[in-house]
């Protein structure tokens, strides 16, 4: 199914404050349990910048080549989006919001996929709505602007995310977080954010504030 799809099966409050959140890096780890299935595979996980080229590594020092390393990336997908730990904080965060705004998680996972991320944060207690994107966010934000006539909001770790919403929906107020520490320091500054919390009381009170 595709996003407009999607997005037409929703149920949204049109006068509700919606808050659209992404799920890999902020709602749940990728990069931790990544790291700990690839030494299962006879890899490692080295992350020098925000980017997975270059990253993934065998035990004499080589870098995977693109190939293998999309081959790592779809094996790890395929066999643990249902197992992904979540982000401290991150359901204690949502169920707060979630009683002064809608909440809906736009989330990169492949749509072969979908229901076990569904089911994963589900797990987690995150039972929230999830829409399964491909590429860059921003048109599928817009979308969700045209239903609703209430303030929304946006959190992603990923700067070219960020932009995205910032070209296509401009008036979406834009937050750049990682619940990870471990990406968190290889994160790049996005000059296109309206915000920059560091852990997830700096979010909550974001949040609280915009919704204020």
């Known amino acids: 199914m595709d996003v407009t799809a999607q997005i037409a099966a929703l149920d949204l409050q049109?006068?509700?404050?919606?808050?659209?959140?992404?799920?890999?890096?902020?709602?749940?780890?990728?990069?931790?349990?990544f790291s700990h299935w690839l030494k299962l595979q006879d890899w490692h996980l080295q992350l020098h910048d925000y980017?997975?080229?270059?990253?993934?590594?065998?035990?004499?020092?080589?870098?995977?080549?693109?190939?293998?390393?999309?081959?790592l990336i779809d094996g790890f997908i395929y066999s643990q989006t249902r197992h992904q730990p979540a982000t401290a904080g991150a359901a204690q965060c949502?169920?707060?919001?979630a009683n002064q705004a809608q909440i809906l998680i736009l989330t990169n996972v492949p749509h072969h996929r979908k229901a076990e991320?569904?089911?994963?944060?589900?797990e987690h207690a995150m039972p929230y709505?999830?829409?399964?994107?491909?590429?860059?966010?921003?048109?599928?934000?817009?979308?969700?602007?045209?239903?609703t006539r209430a303030p929304i909001a946006f959190?992603?770790?990923?700067?070219?995310?960020?932009?995205?919403?910032?070209?296509?929906?401009?008036?979406?107020?834009?937050?750049h977080?990682?619940?990870?520490?471990?990406?968190?320091?290889?994160?790049?500054?996005?000059?296109?954010?309206?915000?920059?919390?560091?852990?997830?009381?700096e979010l909550h009170l974001e949040m609280s504030n915009f919704l204020a």
């Open 177 to 201: 977080f990682t619940g990870c520490e471990l990406v968190r320091g290889v994160l790049p500054f996005s000059p296109t954010a309206n915000a920059h919390p560091k852990n997830w009381g």
């Open 51 to 71: 980017s997975l080229l270059h990253s993934i590594k065998s035990a004499n020092g080589q870098a995977a080549d693109p190939a293998q390393m999309r081959i």
């Open 94 to 97: 949502l169920a707060h919001l």
């Open 14 to 33: 049109a006068n509700k404050p919606l808050l659209v959140f992404d799920a890999d890096e902020v709602l749940v780890h990728f990069a931790l349990p």
């Open 129 to 147: 709505p999830v829409i399964a994107n491909h590429g860059p966010k921003g048109a599928a934000l817009a979308h969700l602007a045209h239903l």
């Open 155 to 175: 959190v992603d770790d990923n700067p070219d995310q960020i932009a995205s919403a910032a070209e296509h929906a401009p008036h979406i107020h834009r937050v």
């Open 117 to 122: 991320r569904i089911l994963n944060l589900a």
